[in-house]
């Protein structure tokens, strides 16, 4: 394969219509997913000439981690509607590419499995774990033990889900549960036996007061995308803000994250590092983002694609497309590292286009 979009081709084809339809679906009418790719599509890189070096460094610092490129993969469930090895073989693959395992709370392996199977490949391989909040104080704690015993270094909680989006693609299909024989593992084991995943807008900063203070590990706020709200994970002592409209599954309304974040950025004034997800497709999309203000982007659905077209392989293909996507976007844009990605470098595209 030689780019993410011919992945998705043959995953389209191979893939259940109904198991394709809720990786692809977003919310409503879908805008805020178009809008994700969209927004890159109308931004451009200026070329620098004559950088003077032959070589680049890609790796960058995150929380509790370092990666080999500024490019993670972002929480998304039920890997085993895709492929029979599920988050196994996104595990083993994440873990090759030397970068940061996002593993979802809704996953369909158990997060201790999935590291286990993490280093097999590299005994160094890192993941985190994203979590919901529940309004059982006692399954979240929980679920956080759970997390650090499988030795994740930091956790993401998302706080764009007070309820379930719309997915107007699933009611059409009926797809309510997962096929029999498969569960949302992390789910297993809790107080009063196994469970779906609670969405409450009771939730407040308070239950996030309340699990910074009950946890070691960096804390990440993942779904923000209003710049007040960036100020108060700030000063709520959050350790890092993920950009990102939930990959439009969420408010149909919500702006792309590249458009917000810049101002993101500001406000947060480099006491954290800015994170980004959604719309990401192509190496000069990293770099845009980067160039930005972000410290490093993630990836889902792209993911998802290489898992139902070629498993633990497809994975893989995904990560050093992007790599080496990037790495060229990087040399032509003058870089030797990610610092060299300035925000100068981004125009808007058309005759009217000018500095972003």
């Given at each position: 394969m030689t780019s993410l979009a011919e992945l998705h081709d043959v995953a389209r084809q191979r893939l259940a219509p109904e198991?394709?339809?809720?990786?692809?679906?977003?919310?409503?009418d879908e805008v805020a997913l178009a809008d994700n790719e969209r927004s890159f599509r109308r931004l451009a890189l200026l070329p620098r000439i004559l950088p003077g070096s032959a070589t680049r460094d890609l790796a960058v610092r995150l929380p509790g981690a370092e990666a080999s490129m500024p490019v993670f993969v972002s929480p998304t469930a039920f890997h085993r509607l895709a492929h029979p090895d599920g988050e196994l073989a996104t595990a083993r693959a994440v873990a090759a590419a030397g970068t940061v395992l996002i593993a979802s709370m809704a996953a369909t392996v158990a997060i201790g499995d999935m590291a286990a199977?993490?280093?097999?490949v590299d005994p160094g391989a890192t993941l985190w774990f994203q979590l919901y909040l529940q309004t059982d104080r006692e399954v979240t704690d929980l679920l956080v033990r759970r997390a650090a015993d499988a030795g994740c270094s930091a956790l993401v909680v998302t706080v764009d889900s007070p309820v379930f989006g719309r997915h107007e693609r699933d009611r059409r299909h009926g797809?309510?549960?997962?096929?029999?024989?498969?569960?949302?593992?992390?789910?297993?084991?809790?107080?009063g036996g196994p469970?779906?995943?609670?969405?409450?807008?009771?939730?407040?900063?308070?239950?996030?007061?309340?699990?910074?203070?009950?946890?070691?590990?960096p804390v990440l706020l993942k779904g923000v995308l209003h710049p007040e709200d960036a100020h108060l994970a700030v000063e709520h002592g959050m350790d890092g803000i993920l950009v990102s409209n939930h990959g439009g599954r969420?408010?149909?309304?919500?702006p792309a994250p590249v458009d917000v974040l810049p101002r993101i950025v500001e406000v947060v004034g480099g006491r954290v590092p800015v994170l980004l997800d959604g719309g990401v497709r192509r190496g000069t999309d990293v770099a845009i983002a980067l160039a930005l203000g972000a410290t490093a982007v993630g990836i889902g659905r792209p993911v998802l694609w290489g898992l139902a077209a070629a498993g633990e392989s497809g994975v893989r293909q995904v990560l050093e497309l992007l790599r080496e996507e990037f790495d060229d976007a990087l040399a032509l844009c003058g870089g030797r590292r990610l610092a060299d990605l300035t925000r100068d470098l981004v125009t808007v595209r058309g005759p009217e286009g000018g500095k972003w």
């Open positions: 198991h394709y339809d809720y990786f692809a679906g977003g919310a409503g199977a993490a280093r097999e797809f309510t549960d997962l096929p029999d024989g498969l569960f949302a593992e992390n789910m297993r084991d809790l107080p469970r779906n995943i609670e969405m409450s807008p009771a939730l407040s900063w308070a239950d996030l007061d309340r699990l910074r203070e009950s946890t070691s590990l969420q408010l149909d309304a919500a």
